[in-house]
Each structure stands twice: as structure tokens, then as C-alpha cells.
């Protein structure tokens, strides 16, 4: 089945301790975005990128970054976590033809100590 | 600028209960309209959507009808189980530009008993 993977799906890292975050997808989508959630509040858009072009938003932390090698793949590297990024992040697909419809994977919990 | 509102939780039911979650949104233009199911610790799953006034977007049970009159999307079943105990998100796409952005509720919480 075509899907959007995420891996770790819980992640544990030290306070300032460099982290990386992957998102993989069968689905051939040109759109890939990143989310962060908190307690069940709605996803908050960090960025996107539009096939190799990345767009942040205006309120994204620097501490966030993105790489996106090919199709594929996208990552999100946080450089220094605080305790204050403990949350879920949720990596999401979609097309540019069409409805905007975007498919989630399944969520990576990170945990800062 | 675009927003959509939908019914504070926790909705608490029982087994076998109709369920109504409201969902209003404003916007300009003719957006499509979503609700999102996430279950404890997952991610969101697409539940249904609607694309243009009028539409019905149903699956697994649930529906909901685009009404560009009232500006909802309220989301229905007719009979719910324990397995639908979730959070539901309602959301809104900005038109067919492409990675428009989706504009999320705040979410709804339900819970229903055996």
C-alpha cells in the first residue's frame, strides 16, 4: 500500500542534543510538509517543501531545519531541542494537481529530557 | 483571513448513539472542506472530504455535507462505537493552488462508552 512512513515513531533525546527526524513516501507526492502537534492540539505547520523548493513559516523557530534529498525522503533536524519542543511531529503528503489533500504518516513522539 | 470552528470537547456518548460534531468555517473563495480522525498516539487519517457545495463526503460510517448557505460541515453517524473514540479534526484547503495551506480546528474529543 502506498503510505508515508515515519521513523522513530518515539524518539528520546538530551536537552541542546542535535536530532533528526525522517519521513519517507510510496505515494510520489511533490509536496512534502512537516507538522508539530502538542496534547492533542491541531498541527502547527513548521514548513513545506514544494518538490526542491522550501518554504518556511514566519514563525518557525531557526532551532527547525529541513532537508529533503530526493522525492522520497524528507528529514527534520532540530539543532538544540528545549524542553519546549517535546511534542509530536507528523510528517504530511500531498499533490499539486488537484484538491490539496494531505496524507499523514503516523507521527513521531519526541521526548527531551 | 480563513478559519474553522468546531464543537469544544470532550463529547462523551454511549455505544450505538447518533453523534453530531459541528464544524463552521470562514473563507473566501470556495475551499475544500475535511474531517481528520486521529486515534491515541497516531497520526491523522483522512476520515472524508468535500470539494464543492452541496457534495457529501461519507466513509466508514460518518457523513458530512458541504453547506455553503449555513458555511458548515458538521460531521454524522448514526450509530458510533467504541472504536471511534478519536480525536476529529475539521479543516479547510485553500482552493486548488497547489501546497495551499490546511487550516485545522482545534478538535474535537470523543469518547464513547461500552
Known amino acids: 500500500d502506498a503510505m508515508v512512513i515515519q521513523n522513530p515513531r518515539y524518539q528520546v533525546t538530551q536537552f541542546g542534543k542535535p536530532v533528526t527526524l525522517s519521513c519517507s513516501q510510496t505515494l510520489n507526492h511533490n509536496v512534502m510538509y512537516w507538522y508539530q502537534q502538542k496534547s492533542s492540539q491541531a498541527p502547527k505547520l513548521l514548513f513545506h517543501?514544494?518538490?526542491?523548493?522550501?518554504?518556511n513559516e514566519a514563525d518557525t523557530p531557526d532551532n527547525f531545519q529541513s532537508r529533503r534529498p530526493n522525492t522520497s525522503f524528507c528529514f527534520l533536524d532540530i539543532r538544540s531541542p528545549g524542553l519546549g519542543d517535546a511534542a509530536m511531529y507528523l510528517c504530511?503528503?500531498?499533490?499539486?494537481?488537484?484538491?490539496?489533500?494531505?496524507?499523514f504518516g503516523p507521527g513521531t513522539r519526541l521526548t527531551v529530557l | 483571513g480563513n478559519s474553522v470552528t468546531q464543537m469544544e470537547g470532550p463529547v462523551t456518548l454511549s455505544e450505538e448513539a447518533f453523534l453530531t460534531i459541528n464544524c463552521t468555517y470562514t473563507a473566501t473563495g470556495y475551499p475544500s472542506l475535511f474531517w481528520y480522525v486521529q486515534y491515541p498516539g497516531e497520526g491523522l487519517q483522512l476520515l472524508l472530504k468535500a470539494t464543492k457545495a452541496d457534495d457529501k463526503g461519507s466513509n466508514k460510517g460518518f457523513e458530512a455535507t458541504y453547506r455553503k448557505e449555513t458555511t458548515s460541515f458538521h460531521l454524522e453517524k448514526g450509530s458510533v462505537q467504541v472504536s471511534d473514540s478519536a480525536v476529529y479534526f475539521c479543516a479547510l484547503s485553500e482552493g486548488y493552488s497547489s501546497a495551499s495551506k490546511i487550516i485545522f480546528g482545534s478538535g474535537t474529543r470523543l469518547s464513547i462508552r461500552p
Open positions: 517543501y514544494y518538490d526542491k523548493d522550501f518554504n
Open positions: 504530511a503528503t500531498s499533490t499539486s494537481s488537484g484538491v490539496n489533500t494531505q496524507y
